[in-house]
């Protein structure tokens, strides 16, 4: 576990240094568009749809290529209805069992560390929107600046603000990592202890006083209203620090 810490931490500060060059390069890119049509509104109050970069989001994204698998998965239903439904069945019924193997398996082989190994895989691919953004800006680059206008940029800004937003996580990541990799082989127990202190906690101040007037509603609020209110808690908290990051962008502008 140690190990794998160390290896995670300097693979996110390695990515955050990839996407660190990638901002930069954008930066030299649009600042001679930016001197010369000056700087657009990212806030959202100002809608750019009169751009080749809106078009190019709706041909690729709204109307990306997955559209057409689905609309040929979808004729295969309609025409095969009956074998469609037995090889959809069979997939479905096999892709659980199949899953549950191979983490059982991985488990036994890395134990704990599977869960940096996910952490890893998902820091190599980076998140959808990353990835949309990245297309975008190099399909701008390959633009001549005559073809640009303050709808692009805006686009270009939101996209380069995106991998600022990357960086970050994987630099606080990387650092969290580096910080806790001398415990790394307590990270585990600990968590685990937290849990279940926190379940034991729930069920002896919760469950079994709500279950003496109701076993129905005690499991309901067991089973549901507690993992629904820390979502809506976590949740929240993003939308509040988004909010706080859009009124300081506001306040820039």
């Known amino acids: 576990m140690i190990g794998g810490l160390l290896v995670l931490g300097l693979l ?27 700087e657009p509104d990212i806030s959202g109050k100002t809608k750019y749809t009169d751009c080749g970069s809106h078009q190019w989001l709706i041909k690729n994204v709204i109307h990306g290529d997955y559209l057409k698998s689905a609309e040929g998965f979808r004729n295969f239903m309609m025409n095969r209805t009956l074998t469609g439904t037995l090889v959809l069945g069979m997939v479905l019924g096999l ?4 899953a549950v193997y191979l983490l059982f398996q991985s488990y036994q082989l890395i134990g704990t560390s599977l869960i940096l190994v996910v952490l890893s895989v998902f820091i190599v691919l980076g998140p959808g929107d990353l990835e949309v953004s990245e297309q975008l ?21 939101i996209s380069q603000k995106a991998m600022k937003n990357w960086i970050m996580k994987l630099s606080v990541i990387g650092v969290i990592c580096f910080i806790l990799s001398p415990w790394g082989e307590s990270i585990m127990p600990v968590l685990a202890f937290v849990f279940t202190v926190f379940v034991g ?44 990051q859009t009124d300081s962008d506001e306040l820039k502008v």
């Open 95 to 98: 892709i659980p069992v199949i």
């Open 201 to 244: 906690f729930v069920y002896a101040n919760i469950f079994l006083p709500v279950s003496m007037y109701s076993m129905p509603l005690a499991l309901m609020i067991f089973f549901t209203i507690i993992p629904l209110v820390l979502s809506m808690i976590i949740v929240g908290v993003r939308v509040a620090r988004k909010k706080a």
């Open 12 to 38: 996110s500060l390695g990515a955050a240094l990839h996407w660190f060059r990638k901002v930069h390069q954008l930066d030299r890119f649009l600042a001679p568009l930016a001197e010369s049509i000056g």
């Open 137 to 157: 800006v190099q399909w701008q680059t390959e633009q001549e600046y005559s073809a640009l206008d303050m709808g692009d940029l805006a686009y270009a800004r």
